[in-house]
Nanobody
Framework: VQLQASGGGLVQAGGSLRLSCAAS????????MGWFRQAPGKEREFVGR????????YYTDSVKGRFTISRDNLKNTVYLQMNSLKPEDTAVYYC??????????????WGQGTLVTVSS
């Protein structure tokens, strides 16, 4: 599976962005898809994930109520809708795919990242 993230850019605080992650390869619909981010000088952190079945989602506390993950298995694409953005959301955002069980921290495939910059 190859992943290509896109949609990053510069946005003012309070604004919105939607990131996309296009997947190529087989069996996309059977993977858990996750979003991660890495801010300058910080470690990569988990943002959220979506299941392959019934679109179950889970988010880290700092983005709950502001970010929404969705997927379109027909288009082999997963989305991260980010609303009410804050300067602390500034980071490179990565999508990842996992073939493991829900709740896993292990992801098999990673996209190249897309930069989101939120200005105050």
């Amino acid at each position: 599976v190859q992943l290509q993230a896109s949609g990053g850019g510069l946005v003012q605080a309070g604004g919105s962005l939607r990131l996309s992650c296009a997947a190529s390869g087989r069996a996309f619909s059977t993977y858990i898809m996750g979003w991660f981010r890495q801010a300058p000088g910080k470690e990569r952190e988990f943002v959220g994930r979506i299941s392959w079945y019934r679109d179950r989602t889970y988010y880290t506390d700092s983005v709950k109520g502001r970010f929404t993950i969705s997927r379109d298995n027909l288009k082999n694409t997963v989305y991260l809708q980010m609303n009410s953005l804050k300067p602390e959301d500034t980071a490179v955002y990565y999508c990842a795919a996992s073939s493991r069980a829900w709740g896993t921290d292990d992801y098999d495939y990673w996209g190249q990242g897309t930069l989101v910059t939120v200005s105050s």
